[in-house]
């Protein structure tokens, strides 16, 4: 059996009680200043309310590279599922005032604990490197605006021009392994909201009316089009239509209709393709039920594409392989899901290099694979049911944070900026 240190278990508490107390965007303020008062301890400057409740902590040890290592903060309106004892049952006044549940449904929480380990472990070993490390918690990964935020609010300001940014994500593979690739490794993502308009009246005189969830429904159907019909085969596109909304009264036929509609591409001209199509249909489709006016699309957010820069990933591999065994590092195939981490590094013009890391228990995980069951026994990011396992998942992270961050921080004979 595996001894666990006493900063483990410190962590592995620190994990639990954020996952406990979930916050949505812009809301993170008890995590924030939990991570705040983990940076003060370990010695960093420390900045809050960057970006609205961003964290920025440097731990300035003379001449060197500066390293960035950040982590995302916020939780999703998710009803926890997981059975846990430090499930989240709590909730919070969404975007819109209404009461939702919250929950930790991505491993933002992981993200905070594992870089709060790294920050305390770098600093206590400040003899063996050389340079300035950041330590960024971020706000509002989830809606696309955290990264954004702390930039237009001066991050750079802070903490100048970075010579690498450096991130990871859990995801629903064996704990303790890292996966890692250059390039594309997560895909842009448009989410756009569109107001359908109708003619309300009684439920059983419709021919006075133009129903606008007979024009919703058809809107949808046809926007299973736009992917299966205008692109090829050969690039890779999602369009999900996740919400719609109309009505009040199951004998009232309603006056508009919403849809929110999430779209994901990895290429200018495959975005271009599916936000055209969306408007296209839309419009077509509301002419086509005699709507009294056009749908208004309104978007929601927007996030780029994730890539990694060549060199940079090269460098953090060979690190990672040679300090966790090559066995444990492995590649990282493009996923479609999206992050908003690469807006840091392009506002800087640094390199940037983002890696996967393993959280879900590796006997189940293999079982389901032999079983053939992985999407039902082995629950994905947003499920309610996603719960990464703390060991060996926490030290892990811990551990390739720090080992990421020391590929360009330890002390070298050369230039320690040169790869």
């Given at each position: ?24 965007p ?124 702390m ?6 300001d802070?903490?100048?021009r ?19 690739s ?49 692109v090829s ?14 009505g ?9 209709a ?25 419009r ?45 590092v ?13 807006v ?18 590796p ?34 992270g811990?551990e ?12 070298q ?7």
């Amino acid at each position: 059996m595996t001894t666990r240190t006493a900063a483990e278990d410190d962590l592995a508490d620190l994990y639990r009680d954020l996952h406990r107390h979930p916050e949505l965007p812009f809301r993170e303020k008890r995590t924030a200043g939990l991570a705040a008062a983990r940076l003060r301890a370990a010695g960093f400057e420390v900045r809050t309310e960057v970006g609205g409740t961003g964290v920025v902590g440097v731990l300035r040890n003379g001449d060197g590279p500066t390293v960035v290592l950040r982590a995302d903060m916020d939780a999703l309106p998710v009803s926890e599922a997981t059975g846990l004892p430090y499930a989240s049952t709590a909730t919070m006044p969404d975007a819109e005032g209404r009461q939702v549940p919250v929950m930790h449904a991505c491993g933002h929480d992981m993200h905070v604990t594992c870089l709060a380990g790294a920050a305390r472990e770098l600093a206590e070993g400040r003899d063996g490197w050389r340079g300035t490390l950041v330590a960024l918690f971020q706000p509002a990964e989830e809606i696309a605006g955290g990264a954004r935020a702390m930039v237009d609010d001066g991050l750079l300001d802070l903490i100048g021009r970075p010579d690498v940014v450096l991130g990871q994500h859990v995801f629903p593979y064996p704990a303790g392994r890292v996966l890692i690739s250059p390039g594309e490794v997560m895909a842009a993502a448009d989410s756009i909201e569109i107001r359908l308009f109708g003619r309300g009246g009684h439920g059983s005189q419709p021919e006075r009316t133009v129903d606008p969830v007979v024009l919703a429904a058809a809107t949808v159907m046809r926007l299973q089009t736009v992917v299966s019909r205008e692109v090829s085969p050969f690039e890779r596109a999602v369009l999900t239509v996740a919400q719609i909304h109309a009505g009040h009264k199951e004998n009232v036929i309603a006056g508009e209709a919403s849809l929110t509609v999430n779209l994901r591409s990895f290429s200018p001209e495959v975005r271009r393709a599916l936000l055209d199509g969306v408007e296209r249909v839309a419009r077509a489709e509301a002419q086509a039920s005699r709507a009294p006016r056009p749908p208004e699309l309104r978007t929601l957010n927007s996030f780029p594409v994730t890539s990694n820069d060549p060199g940079a990933t090269a460098r953090v591999r060979r690190a990672l392989a040679a300090r966790l065994g090559a066995e444990r590092v492995t590649d990282m195939a493009p996923l479609m899901g999206s992050e908003d981490f690469g807006v840091i590094g392009s506002a800087a013009g640094a390199p940037s290099v983002f890696w996967g890391l393993g959280c879900a228990d590796p006997e189940r995980y293999e079982r389901a694979e032999r079983e053939g069951r992985l999407t039902e026994e082995v629950p994905g990011n947003h499920s309610p049911a996603f719960a990464p396992v703390i060991f060996p998942t926490l030290p892990a992270g811990v551990e390739a944070l720090v080992t990421a961050a020391l590929a360009w921080l330890a002390p070298q004979d050369e230039d320690p900026r040169t790869p």
